[in-house]
């Protein structure tokens, strides 16, 4: 009888040890994947904040208005050059 029940304990103890070694595993293998996405979370934090600088830099006044001269030749609007066009009533 107590072999018997030496032997159901046994089982049961290894049994343990088992799912105990496989959690472990488990624990580690989460541990790890969680490790590389805050990698690429930082990664991606730090394009957006370079993004947002390039966003502010490529859209001030100053140089929209100098790519414009120098790359596109266009010049500033005068009165002189400004056309009126005048509606005409369709009937």
Same mark, same amino acid.
């Given at each position: ?27 580690? +293998? ?5 490790? !590389? *996405? ?12 370079? @993004? %947002? ?9 100053? +140089? ?5 001269? !120098? *790359? ?12 009126? @066009? %005048? ?5």
């Amino acid at each position: 009888m107590t072999t018997r029940i030496n032997i159901i304990l046994a089982i049961a103890l290894i049994a343990c040890a088992l799912s105990l070694i496989n959690s472990q595993y488990q624990a580690r +293998r989460l541990f790890i994947e969680l490790e !590389r *996405e805050q990698s690429f979370s930082k990664q991606y934090e730090l394009q957006w904040t370079q @993004l %947002k600088l390039d966003q502010s830099t490529f859209g001030k006044h100053a +140089r929209i208005e100098t790519s414009a001269v !120098r *790359e596109l030749d266009m010049v500033a609007v005068t009165p002189e050059r400004t056309q009126y @066009l %005048k509606a005409v009533e369709v009937k």
